[in-house]
Structure formats: C-alpha cells, structure tokens
C-alpha cells in the first residue's frame, strides 16, 4: 500500500484525490495549511497542518511517515489576484515547491505528481493544444507553474526525481461518492458562481461576449473533478511501476462557450439565470481546449463525465447540500 503524501489536500482537487486514493487502498497522508482548503474535506484522513515552505518540518514529515511519493497540489489559483499580488503567487507557488523539493532530496522521494494548468500555454496559437505548443503565460499564476516544470526536468536529469506534470484546463463538477465540492472563497469560477446566482437570484456578470468565437464568449474545456482525481491516480501509479516523466494535458477535449454553460445550468436547475454582460477580463484568452490524446494513450485515462449537463448537475447537488447544511 504506497504512502502518499498529498500537499493542499484540504482543498477542492486535493481532497477529492486524497479519498479516491484511500478508496483504492492507497495511504494518503495529507499536509495542507488550511489557508484556502478547508478542515471539513479531510473527513478521517491523516492531516498535518504545515506550510510547504517549512523546509525542515516538511522533510522530518516525509521520514517519519514513510511517504513513498508526492502529489503537489497545494498553490493559489486565482489568475486575477496573482495580477495584483505575483509575489504571492511566487513565494506561495513556486518557492513552496521549491521547498518540497528540497526536502523529498533529503528524504530520498523520487516520486511526484505536480499540479500544473493551461495557464501555461497564455494565449495559444491554435486549439485544441497538444503539449508541445509553445509555453508562454500572461500571468504570475501561469508562470508560477512554468518555473516549477522547469526545475521539474532539471531534478529528473540530475537527481534522478521521476514526475508526472498534470496541465488542468477548467476542473468542475462535485463527487457523488464523497461529500465535497467547489467552495472557494472569494469564488471566481464560473459554475459555481452560475449555481449561487440561481440560488441567490443576485445576478451574475458575463465577461465579454465581443470574442472571436461562434456566440462571441469565451470558450474552456470543463474537466469533472472525479476524472482529473482519476488521472492522479494513474499518473502515481505510473510513476511507482517505474515510468518515466512526462507532462500531460488534463482536459476532455471539448469545448464549452460561457452561453453553453448557462444553459446547462438552466436546463439542470429549472431556473433562468440571471447574468448581465460585462466588459473583458484581462487575462482571458478567447479559447483553451485541451489536446489530451497523450494522457489517454500514456496512463490508458479516459474522462467518464463527457456532457456538461452530468457535470453541471454533480456541482448542483454539492450547491445544494452546501446552502442547506453551513460550511467551517
Ligand atoms: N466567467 C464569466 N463570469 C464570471 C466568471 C467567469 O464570464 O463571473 C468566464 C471567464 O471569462 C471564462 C470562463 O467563464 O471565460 C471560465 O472562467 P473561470 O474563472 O471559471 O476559469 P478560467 O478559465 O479562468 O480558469
């Protein structure tokens, strides 16, 4: 049974990954500092409350548990506030793997899974977006990750540190199986803040729908949270049998326009939504889908919430146990 450390497995991806892990007789053990991730997503797992640039506490951490490999999620994700304060996305994000890796070097892990996004490619050339296309973010979030990949093949080469790089386009949705969801705070994703003006009749602004694109909003590759869990999973067990490291993109393949999105939301809840159209967000590119034939090929993944109305309906039901029974 692998040990497996999971960083920010308080938080959305983080902990829907920690349970499936423990639901298929792996050990995870999580550390997180519960600055965004919540208390109430551990559920009975082990938890360590520890920020990851506490080298030495990290590494003392790994040796007395017997950590066997890494999945990293622990980082800020907010593109918008990462404008506005890169340095915490660089001291939280990228300085905070740093630390991690210096302590597996010094625990002798050699085995990790890395959180990365779309984010990396900015505003592509082309869509859908194989891995090989060029890598150039427009914001500090973007970049964050980019320094982490790239000292991610320099460990490989020289310190023998096998990881698997997960590129996320938009995680959504909720598991059924556990009692989790998407609660960030402030919440800046679109599902759910489509959900919450449902629920509060307080409208919600659409940004921009002057794009390039056949109803002119933007357009995203939304991926179920269960399946991205699933490519953990496979991307660990991948790395434990001895594979080698690779970088991966994490989407479904199909895209979703912003006006998709809304009527999904108004075909699960019965409800119109209430929106008004806003200008652009900075930041925005018009289109991100992923090509992720090579995660399909590689760990033999394949996405099982394939309509947007099965994943638009599982982040319904979390919204609505969420406002009936109140959250820490
Ligand atoms: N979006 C929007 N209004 C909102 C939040 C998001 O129109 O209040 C749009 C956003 O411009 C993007 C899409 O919804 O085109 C998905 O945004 P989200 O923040 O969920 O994810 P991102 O694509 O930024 O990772």
Known sequence: MPRVLVTGGAGY???HTAHLLRSRDHHPVVVDDLSRGHAHNLDGLPFHRLNLRDTRALASLLKNEAIDAVIHFAAFIAVGESTRAPELY?????????????????????????????????????????????????????ESKVMVERALYWMDKFRGLRSIVLRY?????????????????????????????????????????DYPTPDGTCIRDYIHVRDLAEAHVLALDYLIAGG?????????????????VIRAVEDVTGAKVPY????????????????????????????????LHEIVDSAWRFARRSTTSPAE
């Open 90 to 142: 660089f001291a939280n994000n990228t300085a905070g793997s740093f630390s991690l890796l210096e302590a597996m070097a010094e625990a002798r892990i050699s085995r990790l899974v890395f959180s990365s996004t779309a984010a990396v490619y900015g505003d592509p050339d082309a869509v859908p977006i194989p891995e090989h296309a060029r890598i150039a973010p427009v914001s500090p979030y973007g």
């Open 169 to 209: 386009f938009n995680a959504c949705g909720a598991d059924p199986e556990f009692p989790l969801g998407e609660e960030h705070d402030p919440e800046t994703h679109l599902i759910p803040l489509l959900l919450q003006a449902v629920l509060t009749g307080r409208p919600i602004t659409i940004f921009g729908d």
């Open 276 to 307: 008004t159209i806003g200008p652009r967000r900075a930041g925005d590119p018009p289109s991100l889908v992923a090509d992720s034939s090579a995660l399909q090929r590689t760990l033999g993944w394949r996405p099982r919430y394939t309509s």
């Open 13 to 15: 991806i983080g902990s």
């Open 244 to 260: 080698p490291s690779g970088a991966f993109n994490a989407g479904t393949g199909a895209g979703h326009s912003v006006r998709d």
